[in-house]
């Protein structure tokens, strides 16, 4: 197959992926009744048309970008870490216990420490998968997906019979003190020119920026980036040259691990203001489809972030504002995952017959 130029990797195919999905969605609306004309517009409006819109698509967009960085690290040492939501969830009970654990004068304070355990927290959880393919040669892949429902069940048992307040029904923690909320966009100045009602966007998204850069700079500035990807892109070769594979494998997973449960600063701290039970709210399994629409870079994880926040913020519009029902969101979903990974072999195919001429 004809290699496709690197803008056209990076861009056109993305792009002509986002337009197949777009184009079996209007499909899809016009089967069901409704009118795919009205549902983008008030899709486009209810996520972008306003400053309360913006606030909750990067909301959502702060959490995906995490989950997506998370995959984007373990896949450049070649592994395929799908327990990003379990490492989330984790990762929430590690914000927990630190907001719980002292009555803290100012979020300032608190938040190094919540996302010092929120990675630590999802670390742990992906360390246990990470020794198991590093030294017993498990797949990543069912042992990652395994500790999801672990990290469920796990959650729900310390929900219900330790941290429930004695009194209440709802399996939650009781509520973080005032001191720990973290400012919304409406409350940072600056922000708050344009944000001026309260929206659940925080400071979390610019930690999330932050992530992108680092993720960056580790992987293609330091030695152990390069490390990783040499090893992602040839095991054997890696070793021959004197690559540990158990210190790729371990490292990478842990620093995946922790990027998923910096996730639940964003969720537990900095909206909800408690642990619940559902803390990731599926953003481990949809940063698995940010990074593959974004070819596994920060960059293209912060756009394909923002796409994803769109898509959850306007379909929830959508299914309030019109007849179409909300779960078409999942749909839309579904089709660019499914059009980004399974069928992205398929887009190149399509594409190939331009750029054979050029090739020549």
Known sequence: MTRLPKWADLVLVPVISLLLAAAISAIVILLIGGDPAEAVKVMVDGALGSPYGWGYTLYYATSFMFTGLA???????????????????????????VCLA???????????????????????????????QAKRGSHIVITTIMF????????????????????????ESARFGPAVALPNFSQIPGLNLIFTKKVPANV??????????????????????????AFGKSQSAARYAGISA?????????????LAGMMSINNVMGEAGRLLQNSSEGAGFIGIAVALMGRNHPVGVFLAALLFGFLYQGGAEMGLWTSIPIELRLLMQGLV??????????????LAPFFRKGAR
Request: charged share 5%.
């Open 71 to 97: 995959v984007t690290v373990a896949y450049h040492a070649g592994q395929f870490n799908i327990g990003g939501e379990g490492q989330a969830q984790l990762g929430g009970l590690g914000v927990a216990l």
């Open 102 to 132: 002292l009555p803290w004068p100012h979020w300032a304070l608190a938040l190094p420490a919540a996302a010092i355990a929120a990675a630590l927290f999802g670390a742990a959880w992906a360390a246990i998968p990470a020794w198991l």
């Open 148 to 171: 999801n429902y672990i990290a469920a069940a796990l959650i729900v048992y310390l929900l219900v019979e330790v941290l429930r307040p004695v009194g209440q029904i709802s399996p």
């Open 204 to 229: 979390t998204f610019l930690i999330a920026l932050a992530a992108c850069v680092g993720v960056w700079v580790l992987l293609w500035h330091t030695r152990l980036g390069y490390e990783i990807r």
């Open 246 to 258: 158990v210190k790729v494998i371990m490292l990478s997973m842990l620093i995946s691990g922790g």
């Open 337 to 350: 995952i499914l059009f980004t990974g399974a069928l992205d072999t398929m887009v190149r195919m399509m």
